[in-house]
């Protein structure tokens, strides 16, 4: 039998074990969620195809419907200095039904570029790692509707297809750019700081995204702070003393190979 101090041990114990227990499986995380700026980011389908099909041989893409147009990766609570925070609500899982009303458009500009995985991956894990620290915060973000409805207001309004193409910064398979030009054009028409980055790969760099900032009261503000290499007051990853590729949908990693043999050749004869 045992005896009244081993029974209070036991319960202590089952007690401590079922409030880690709870702590493991409750809807939220331990972790703080605090966040500084919303990071709105749109990526370059061709450049993300090629890091798709980087990983595999067989894979193919999907791009979005509308040529040569940038394509919303996400929308990104963000702590100055750091990365995250991240699934702030593991029991807030995506429900495609919630994006009904929304979901052609979703399918144009928010495009999946994996091809032959679910339409729906890519938005899920949107939702799940960085929308639902959005809605923990912001009440025009705390249902998954809301929040893809707004990365949809903010692709409409800071188009960069139509911003870069003003300062004549356009796809093109016989040019590179600048990155400072880049982020200049972007400058000059929102007035502030946006982040620059490249996929780089065997010394090319190619335009693989460009994210602007928001304040929790969602007015732009300078990107300034947030994870980034930076150079000059430039917000960037890409190399500096090259052009950025900043190739068409059409473009196969031939085309990459037939950049890189001009660009060698061109440096061969100086």
Not at 133 to 156: P, Q
């Amino acid at each position: 039998m045992f005896s009244s101090g081993c029974v209070l041990t036991i319960l202590v114990l089952y007690s401590c074990f079922e409030f880690a227990h709870l702590r493991k499986s409750g809807s939220k995380d331990d972790t703080d969620h605090h966040w500084d700026v919303l990071i709105f980011t749109q990526q370059w389908p061709t450049t993300s195809c090629e890091d798709w099909k980087e990983k595999s041989p067989s894979h193919k893409c999907t791009m979005p419907s509308v040529p040569n147009s940038f394509s919303i990766h996400g929308v990104w609570p963000t702590k100055y200095g750091t990365l995250g925070p991240f699934f702030c609500n593991r029991s807030a899982h995506f429900d495609p039904e919630a994006v009904k009303p929304i979901e052609t458009e979703l399918t144009d500009v928010w495009t999946n570029i994996e091809y032959g995985t679910s339409t729906y991956s890519l938005w899920a894990h949107e939702w799940t790692k960085h929308g639902t620290c959005a809605a923990e915060v912001l009440e025009n973000f705390n249902t998954e509707l809301k929040y893809f409805t707004r990365g949809l207001e903010f692709y409409r309004t800071y188009n960069l297809t139509n911003i870069l193409s003003e300062a004549d910064i356009v796809p093109s398979v016989n040019k590179g750019y600048d990155v400072v030009d880049i982020v200049n054009a972007i400058r000059v028409h929102l007035g502030v700081n946006p982040v620059v980055e490249c996929r780089k790969e065997k010394g090319i760099s190619s335009l693989f995204e460009i994210r602007i900032c928001f304040t929790k009261e969602l007015k732009l503000v300078d990107c300034d702070g947030v994870v980034h290499g930076t150079s000059d007051n430039v917000l960037t990853n890409c190399d500096r003393t090259q052009k950025v590729l900043f190739l068409p949908y059409s473009t196969t990693s031939g085309l990459v190979q037939w950049y890189k043999l001009i660009t060698w050749l061109q440096w061969f004869t100086l």
